[in-house]
């Protein structure tokens, strides 16, 4: 099983940056592809990211790639979520998630990701 715990959220104003991370407990984290997700309240869950277990292959989802970056650092079991250039519009609960383990280094389509964390929320204000 594994566990999985955002942070990195909290207040910015419309313009900044946060890094988000993604730590994990319960299994070999860097064996498994990570995703990052928001959710906006009264909207859907969105994908944002996605990272191979090597790192070598990412995915970003079209709305907002051109702010975003996703990387890993498997000798510390983190994955990270840099956003640039924040709008209100961007203020949600993000989520990271990984998909199960299986041979070759891949992104996982959004439906693969099995494992979630608890959410770390993202204000962002004018």
């Known amino acids: 099983q594994v566990q999985l715990v955002e942070s990195g959220g909290g207040l910015v104003q419309a313009g900044g940056s946060l890094r988000l991370s993604c730590a994990a407990s319960g299994s070999s984290f860097s064996s498994l592809p990570v995703g990052w997700f928001r959710q906006a309240p009264g909207k859907a869950r969105e994908f944002l990211a996605g990272i191979s277990k090597s790192g070598g292959r990412t995915s970003y989802g079209d709305y907002v790639k051109d702010r975003l970056t996703i990387s890993r650092d498997n000798a510390n079991d983190g994955v990270y979520l840099q956003m640039n250039s924040l709008k209100p519009e961007d203020t949600a609960v993000y989520y990271c998630?990984?998909?199960?383990?299986?041979?070759?280094?891949?992104?996982?389509?959004?439906?693969?990701?099995?494992?979630w964390g608890q959410g770390t929320q993202v204000t962002v204000s004018l």
């Open positions: 998630a990984a998909a199960p383990y299986r041979l070759g280094d891949y992104v996982p389509a959004q439906y693969e990701y099995s494992y």
